[in-house]
């Protein structure tokens, strides 16, 4: 049985839906494209949570106890 190819003229950054899934045309490594899911936006995500980035002092009370070694 014989299928039919078809040939999508797509550019990097393109949005598509493949089975009800999103996906984003991006580059590969040959020089071609390829498909990936695309990237959301931690303030996108953050939005959708009701969560918010934590502050300075937070990640400074949460990493008190972590030993460290004084490098970098």
């Avoid at 299928?3 to 089975?19: F, N, Q, R, S």
């Avoid at 009701?50 to 004084?70: C, W």
Wanted: glycine share 8%; no cysteine; hydrophobic share 40%.
């Amino acid at each position: 049985m014989a299928t039919a190819v078809k040939k999508l003229d797509l550019a990097v950054g393109e949005l598509i839906e493949v089975a009800g899934r999103r996906y984003e045309v991006v580059p590969d490594r040959e020089g071609g494209l390829t498909l990936e899911p695309p990237i959301t936006p931690k303030a996108e995500l953050d939005a959708k949570r009701g969560t918010k980035p934590a502050s300075a002092e937070d990640l400074e009370r949460f990493a008190a106890d972590i030993p460290h070694d004084d490098e970098g």
